[in-house]
């Protein structure tokens, strides 16, 4: 069965219409958490269930670079592990077929290094010590994904979108956000510092546009990467 993985259920989302084209018991959607121990919990409970056919881990990443058009989707090639400098490459094949598919559409996307690191990095400074690793992404989770499936001989990749660049600061009171923030969550952030209330206009719907683009990539290729049922395979036999 092909799994897909997000850190939060909201970035999850993106995947419903795609797990519905492609009908029932072919993709689970897993829920891991924010962070590298909880992605790694995750990822060892579902290969421990001996189901998996693939993972594809999905979701909003930082842009760690100023050339990225925004929203855009990013396959990485190499993700890198802040905490050690570990650096794991996603399998090939299950990477192809992602370009494969991409390219059939109007949909931005790019090939890219990503980092996880253990923490959100909110500002500039923390962005540019990362982007030292050469890396044009970060996030919090896909190290341990593709250790764990490596390890396991399950294909593993990564699509994530891009909704913010390297110079820019990221208000901490967007952690507190669901998926598409309403005009209600976003008041309620800028009460203790108004002043931020144009930039968290502009981050919702920079939110709103990346989520966006993210389903719409998602509900290409979850359908096409979905293994046969077992009914289906039956009757082709």
């Known amino acids: 069965m092909l799994t897909i993985t997000a850190a939060l259920s909201w970035e999850s989302r993106a995947a419903r219409a795609g797990q519905a084209i492609a009908g029932r018991g072919r993709v689970r959607l897993m829920t891991s958490g924010v962070g590298p121990q909880r992605a790694r919990d995750a990822a060892e409970e579902l290969i421990d269930r001996g189901e998996a056919t693939g993972v ?11 050339d990225l058009r925004r929203p855009s989707i990013t396959v990485p090639d190499q993700i890198i592990r802040q905490s050690d400098g570990a650096v794991f490459e996603p ?25 996880t690191t253990p923490k959100i990095l909110f500002t500039k400074r923390e962005k540019r010590d990362a ?30 979108v891009v909704m913010d660049a390297l110079d820019d600061d990221i208000p901490t009171e967007v952690v507190g956000w669901g998926g598409n923030p309403s005009a209600l969550d976003i008041a309620m952030s800028a ?13 919702g719907l920079q939110r709103q546009s990346a989520l966006s683009v993210l389903e719409r990539a998602m509900t290409l290729i979850i359908p096409s990467l979905a293994p046969a049922r077992a009914d289906q395979t039956a009757a082709a036999d």
């Open 56 to 66: 594809i881990s999905i979701g909003v990443a930082g842009g760690l670079t100023n």
């Open 91 to 115: 399998d090939i094949e299950l990477r192809k077929q992602t370009f494969r598919l991409l390219n059939r559409s109007d949909i931005p996307w790019h090939s890219v290094i990503s980092i």
């Open 131 to 160: 982007a030292a690793s050469g890396a044009q992404i970060v996030q919090m989770e896909d190290a341990e994904w593709a250790d764990v499936c490596s390890a396991a001989g399950v294909p593993f990749a990564s699509v994530r």
């Open 191 to 203: 009460f203790r510092r108004p002043r931020l209330l144009p930039e968290l206009v502009s981050l």
